[in-house]
């Protein structure tokens, strides 16, 4: 600031030294205040060029490149916010879209399973029509050509027709008197003059007899084989008019001999009575174990039990070989028997489950060797007319 302001002083007294050139008497000594001038602006400028040359350069090229690079982060940052929006409005889209997709597939779905769900409606009704039409046709084929009976009894059946030909042991339709309807036995027609009507059979322990009331009313089992006939089936036998039947038991031990028991008459009561036993003189080898040796093991006159239906006369408990029993169908493998405060027979048991319950095998305990109650492979229960109806 100095420096301009001497200098702006030399460049005001210049042009008045030089006027008053010609004025001036002394003019050698005007011309050296001249000079003198003259020199004092030369250095004036000197000084003033050197104390520029002090001054701090400028970077020409920063300076041109702080322009382009706050214009670039400018254009750099505008592009990162337009890639943002894009990228959130695309965003954007592909979610409405793709809801709009899963939302066109469950109505998709929706109608295939409508349409799936009338279809399925239409087949149902179609497979009730035909099974309407097939039971319709199977009643009008029974009513047009009924199914003949062989007989009333397989006694009936060796009566009729053993003076034609021999009859062997098998299948046979009978029809008791007083039934609607006919029904399939196992007749042995070779043992001890045949005409016996098998309603059980226990040989290999393969069919299960652990069954409830409504099994043991209708009968389950193989007829050839393992069987129980059903104590409907069995009643409508027994209780025909003016016959008696006798109950024959065939007893096979494990080292296959052989015994009976015979009862020379044989019937049960009616279902609402829960087909109640009655049994008449005992005979064989094998003992009377339906009776037992007291009153408190005879089981003649006891209803039929099941785990389901208890008419044991368990009740509420009742102590059998040292213990308390509260059913004697669940302690004998859920069996179906005439049980009396369990008592010493059981047909219906398994010689194949002796080792899962107490008492599961076939019980008839009156059949002893050495003190000891015979284990029991098979057992057959057969009956047989005594005599036939008197003629009315």
């Known amino acids: 600031m100095f420096e ?29 205040t001249l000079s003198l001038l003259e020199i004092l602006r030369d250095e004036f400028h000197s000084a003033d060029v050197k104390e520029q040359s002090k001054l701090p350069s400028r970077d020409i090229s920063l300076e041109k490149c702080m322009m382009p690079c706050e214009m670039t982060a400018k254009l750099m940052k505008e ?73 009333r009894d397989c ?13 062997p042991s098998g299948i046979y339709i009978i029809q008791p008197e007083d039934t609607d309807y006919a029904f399939e036995v196992f007749c042995e027609m070779d043992y001890m003059g045949g005409g016996w009507t098998v309603i059980q059979r226990r040989t290999d322990g393969l069919t299960d007899f652990k069954r409830t009331w409504t099994d043991y009313s209708d009968g389950f089992g193989h ?3 393992e069987h129980w006939l059903g104590l409907r089936k069995v009643f409508s036998i027994v209780n025909q008019k003016n016959t008696h039947f006798q109950l024959h ?34 005979a064989g080898s094998a003992g009377d174990a339906f009776r037992g040796y007291s009153q408190e093991q005879n089981q003649d006159t006891a209803p039929f039990s099941t785990s389901d239906i208890d008419n044991d006369g368990c009740s509420p408990l009742c102590t059998f070989e040292g213990q308390a029993v509260e059913s004697c169908s669940v302690r004998q493998n859920n069996t179906g028997w005439w049980f009396n405060q369990c008592g010493l027979s059981n047909l219906n048991g398994s010689p194949l489950d002796s080792d899962l319950c107490t008492q599961p095998h076939i019980r008839w305990d009156t059949w002893t060797q050495n003190g000891v109650a015979v284990k029991i492979k098979a057992v057959t229960m057969k009956i047989k007319r005594v005599y036939s109806p008197v003629p009315s």
């Open 79 to 151: 592009e990162k916010h337009s890639l943002c929006r894009n990228l959130q409005h695309s965003l954007v889209s592909y979610t409405r879209s793709t809801r709009k997709l899963i939302r066109d597939m469950m109505d998709e779905h929706q109608r295939s399973l409508e349409f799936l769900s009338n279809q399925v409606r239409e087949l149902m009704n179609k497979v009730q029509s035909l099974s309407v039409e097939a039971l319709r046709s199977n009643a009008e084929m029974f009513t047009l050509k009924p199914v003949p009976s062989h007989g």
């Open 155 to 167: 006694s009936d059946i060796k009566e009729t027709m053993d003076a034609v030909a021999k009859i």
């Open 223 to 225: 007829l050839p084989g």
């Open 4 to 32: 301009f302001l001497l200098y702006s002083l030399l460049l005001a007294v210049l042009p008045i030294f030089q006027s008053s050139q010609s004025n001036s008497v002394d003019t050698d000594k005007s011309n050296t």
């Open 249 to 282: 038991i065939a007893l096979v031990a494990q080292d296959d001999t052989t015994s009976y028991a015979s009862y020379d008459d044989f019937r049960i009561d009616d279902e609402t009575k829960f087909f109640a036993i009655h049994l008449g003189r005992y």
